[in-house]
């Protein structure tokens, strides 16, 4: 009689976070039981202290690389990790503290600590993808707990993860939210960010902030332009650029442009 087959190894990974996407893990609730289920859930200190050895079959990695610690430990992760995921704004793009990579990063920890001669820091935050190898990579700040689902089936199902390429606008028009930036003269970052986020923020009156990145051939210089037509001043669009995904190469290069 054959033996029992073991399940595979899911291993998630904390680096420089607020820990977010984690919890878009946690949120999962009735499905989290059907993925527990399904997989050895081995590493998730964000929810069990319970640490089962590697290797790992799927490794999904949340935070950006800031430390040389940081940098070295990514490393141990990849060596570690049949395949690996980049999850969040801050794993796939350096997330909100790559604003430091457009300052004096020095001069930040003079200001903020009492004795930065303690303070290890590298000066830039860079996405996984600079340091490692990376399989996937799934946007969002957060991620969607439905995307990071499908993500986790195509991988026991062997295929490719079907996540949307669009821009939000295509969100937009299927929950049948009129255009904002068109109606009300709203500036909105939609045209140019890739889907996921379901357009919550046009759905009540806001413009897009960009959470998961630029989409595929995003036209930033022709939304810029139109944003200049309705009185964005060069300040407001730099940042607009530089938030959650900063360091996205559409994003950093259009910022760029108006500093």
Known sequence: MPGKRSKPKLAVWKFASCDGCQLSLLDCEDELLALAGAVKIANFLEASSAVTPGPYDRSLVE???TTPHDAERIQAVRKNSRFLVAIGACA?????QALRNFADVEEFTRIVYARPEYIQTLKHSTAIAEHVK???????????KGQLLEVVSAFLHKRKPNIPQHSVCLECKVRGTVCVMVAQGIPCLGPVTQAGCGAICPAYQRGCYGCFGPQENPNTVALSAWWTHLGVGEAAQLRAFRTYNAAAGAFSKEAARHV
């Open 134 to 144: 990376v399989d996937f990579e799934l946007r969002g700040c957060p991620i969607s």
């Open 63 to 65: 935070g950006s690389i």
């Open 92 to 96: 796939t793009a350096g997330g909100i």
